[in-house]
């Protein structure tokens, strides 16, 4: 175990990443980083600019292979060993900062063609939906705040409705593992506790890591923080007792 590590292992883990290491022209993003997410867990990942947490997810999500380290989904599966859609189908879904939503298709048939599993609109013309499918897609509608707007263009939402329904698009193919960027930027102050509000929601059926810089909406997710810099683990707990930690203060103030 490396010595940079702060972090809590919980007894049934979801993720675990074991000093893991990646460099960009000798400059390490990800210095021995090591830190777990326990199953069922809610976790907010903060840290200023450049402290390694996009690297992290890419690491994650097979976009990015570190030099050396491990990731580890579940009881055993080595993530560094697959790419990026072996991942996703293992089921460890990720929502990017920018929505990207199907302008031109309904909120419905969003979450429809999320369902369909293929990203293109040839698939959904030859699927059908099931009554179990239909149900599933009502239960999401609810979930991300979309039900009177199912029939609405994606187009026509407001950016935090996009990313919503961004949300709901992953949830429909039913992720153990959400890891999601930053949800809040852009969002007014109403639609960023909204989302908090449905981020603790979804994490009651699966494992979520929210990647953010809004200390607001982190404080509303009542989550453990882990707090990155340059790479490793500096700090991890409560949001109040990483805010206390003298490293962290000195960190973000020393900006
Ligand atoms: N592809 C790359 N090539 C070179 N350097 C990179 C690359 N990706 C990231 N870096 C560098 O690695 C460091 C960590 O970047 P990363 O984007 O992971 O940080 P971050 O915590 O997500 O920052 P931010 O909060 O600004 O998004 C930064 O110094 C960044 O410039």
Not at 184 to 192: C, P, V
Not at 243 to 252: F, K, L, S, T
Request: charged share 25%; glycine share 8%; net charge negative.
């Amino acid at each position: 175990m490396s010595v940079f590590n702060t972090s809590h292992r919980p007894d049934n883990l979801i993720l675990y990443l074991d000093a893991v290491s990646v460099s960009f022209d000798g400059f390490k993003a990800l210095n021995a980083l090591s830190f777990y997410v326990g199953r069922g867990e809610l976790r907010a990942i903060i840290g200023p600019n450049g402290a390694g947490k996009t690297t992290m997810m890419d690491v994650v999500t097979g976009k990015t292979r570190p030099d050396v380290g491990s990731v580890v989904f579940g009881d055993r599966v080595d993530l560094t060993k697959l790419d990026e859609a072996e991942i996703a189908n293992l089921g460890i879904g990720r929502k990017f900062q920018k929505p990207t939503v199907f302008e031109n298709q309904t909120v419905f048939e969003n979450l429809e063609l999320a369902l369909a599993g293929d990203r293109s609109i040839w698939a959904s013309l030859f699927f059908r939906l099931n009554g179990a499918q239909r149900q599933r897609i009502q239960q999401v509608l609810a979930l991300i705040r979309l039900h009177e707007r199912r029939d609405w263009l994606a187009g026509n939402l407001s950016h935090g409705q996009k990313q919503w329904l961004e949300i709901g698009m992953l949830l429909m193919q039913d992720p153990q593992l959400l890891l999601v960027d930053e949800p809040a930027a852009g969002m007014t102050d109403e639609e960023t506790m909204r989302t908090a509000q449905m981020l603790k929601e979804i994490a009651k059926d699966h494992s979520v890591v929210v990647v953010e810089h809004d200390m607001a909406f982190v404080k509303s997710l009542q989550c453990r923080v882990t707090v990155l810099h340059e790479g490793s683990v500096l700090a991890e707990g409560s949001l109040e007792t990483v805010q206390a930690n003298e490293q962290v203060i000195e960190v973000y103030l020393g900006r």
